[in-house]
């Protein structure tokens, strides 16, 4: 997928930082002097203003870490916008665009010399609540001192029952946050699968396991779980009630340098290999 033309861009910025407003405007300047209209909406302030910025922008940037862009991915999820992330800090997983490097992508996003990929999200039902999750949910306990019960059944199929303190299900995105740190397995961004890894489970049988993502994930529990999603927005799953994980439509469309590599971002971020 290619943009035909990049008119007007639309940011959101990194809460809660002081500098961030500095660093916006110089990032700002740029897209200006090369003609471009950029918008501003503050996602934790003005909702409302932000889905009218989603259906005006033919790009959407993220100015901050990977929090930023994982909660611009999901609250702009139907809008099928390019979301472009610009790092504020350290070299990101997802906001990979240092700010050294914007004039250089400018520059070529006005030629087309770009690419866009395509990652899946996880749309997950409680109830009538829907939400969707870039990174992962967490089925988790709501006390350290209590152990819970968790069915998982695909396709209406029981496979396994969870004992422990609970269980994650990543997108091959989210493989390298809390997945990772449990011993789950890294998958290729672009792949299209869930990782179910159990977390401190009671049983030393249960392992990490991968599913293609046109299955249907049901969870139930006797016990209250909290869901977390993407470590940013919390709903209480209670007794007789199911949790239901599914591939969303539509996926994320991350907007990179041509010669971006996810596999030097890897030796980057977790020192493989020689010097």
């Known amino acids: 997928m290619s943009l035909k033309e990049i008119k007007k861009v639309g940011f959101i910025l990194r809460p809660n930082s002081p500098n961030i407003l500095s660093i916006y405007r110089e990032v700002k300047e740029k897209f200006e002097k090369r003609g471009m209209e950029v918008l501003l909406s503050d996602l934790s302030k003005d909702i409302e203003g932000f889905h009218r910025m989603c259906q005006e922008v033919d790009l959407l940037i993220s100015l901050g870490g990977d929090g930023t862009l994982l909660s611009l991915v999901r609250k702009s999820y139907g809008y099928d916008k390019p979301i ?89 995105t989210g493989s390298t946050a809390y997945n990772l740190s449990l011993g789950g397995p890294i998958m290729y961004p672009l792949s299209k699968v869930f990782i179910m890894t159990p977390v401190a489970p009671h049983s030393l049988t249960q392992r990490p396991l991968v599913v293609p993502s046109d299955f249907t994930i049901n969870l139930t529990s006797p016990d209250e779980l909290v869901i977390i999603v993407d470590g940013q927005e919390n709903y209480i799953l209670k007794d007789g009630e199911k949790l239901v994980i599914k591939g969303a439509k539509m996926s994320a469309k991350l907007l990179h340098n041509r010669e971006h590599s996810y596999f030097k971002v890897l030796r980057e971020k977790l020192s493989w290999g020689d010097e």
């Open 84 to 172: 472009l992330g610009i790092n504020a800090g350290n070299l990101g997983f997802l906001a990979d665009t240092p700010i050294d490097l914007v004039d250089e992508l400018l520059d070529r996003l006005i030629i087309g010399d770009y690419r866009i990929d395509n990652r899946m999200l996880i749309a997950g039902y409680i109830n009538k609540i829907k939400f969707y999750a870039f990174n992962d949910v967490v089925v988790s306990r709501p006390t350290i001192s209590h152990m819970v019960k968790i069915d998982a059944s695909i396709d209406n199929d029981w496979f396994n029952t969870y004992r422990g303190d609970g269980l994650i299900i990543s997108t091959p």
